[in-house]
């Protein structure tokens, strides 16, 4: 019964390859997210996404596209990988409410080689 | 740009000893939250306090917000050594928007 699931858990692959990992919330969350956290813990947004409006941090390079085939997921798909991109990928959702308490998922680890 | 930054970065503490991290934050907020990370896994929401309160307590922890230094803080009282985690503030300006996370506090609290 996990909240918001990833898959996979580790992602290992070689530079120009193209991935995607994917994540699914069985909470009935309207808006789902995007984060990469750092080898420094810095957690970034990189997209939020509900079924009206696509937000993209526009730091993010168009190689990374999130891709959401129904409201209970949000897939990230990145192309022609980069060594820069390894870092760990969270998915996360929340209901559209006032606080805005997001449930997180438990991260894929990705390595770029 | 990043809203919340902690202070300090690192705190390493003993079991019963209270545990104080800092937060602070740069524009308007509708509230700010507080998550914790264990190594290796996601973020679990802890607490959060809206603009118009001041303090707010959910067992061991304690949280505080003054608006007007746009700061936060996050007490955990009586440690233990499975508080050891990192713990993340994070802002939040507009439902359904993502959150604007700090770089977290480290906590290590030995036995």
């Given amino acids: ?113 | 740009s990043q809203q919340g930054e902690e202070d300090p970065q690192a705190l390493s503490i003993q079991e019963g000893e209270n545990a104080t991290m800092n937060c602070s934050y740069k524009t308007s907020i509708n509230n700010l939250q507080w998550y914790r990370q264990n190594s290796g896994r996601g973020l679990v929401h802890l607490i959060l306090i809206r603009s118009n309160e001041r303090e707010k307590h959910s067992g061991r922890l304690r949280v505080t917000l003054d608006t007007s230094k746009k700061s936060s803080s996050l007490l955990i009282t009586a440690s233990r050594a499975a508080d050891t985690a990192s713990y993340f503030c994070a802002a939040n300006s507009n439902s359904g928007y993502a959150l604007n996370f700090g770089k977290g506090t480290s906590l290590l609290v030995t036995p």
């Fill in chain 1, 1 to 113: 019964d996990t909240a918001v699931s990833q898959t996979p858990k580790y992602l290992v692959t070689q530079m120009g390859n193209d991935k995607s990992i994917k994540c699914e919330q069985n909470l009935g969350h309207d808006t789902m997210y995007w984060y990469k956290q750092d080898s420094k813990k810095f957690l970034k947004i990189m997209f939020s996404y509900n079924n009206k409006e696509l937000i993209i941090n526009e730091t993010v390079p168009n190689r990374f596209s999130p891709k959401s085939p129904d409201k209970a997921h949000l897939n990230l798909h990145i192309n022609s990988l980069e060594l820069g991109d390894s870092a760990v990928y969270f998915c996360a959702s929340s209901q559209e409410s006032d606080s805005n308490e997001q449930y997180f998922g438990p991260g894929t680890r990705l390595t770029v080689t």
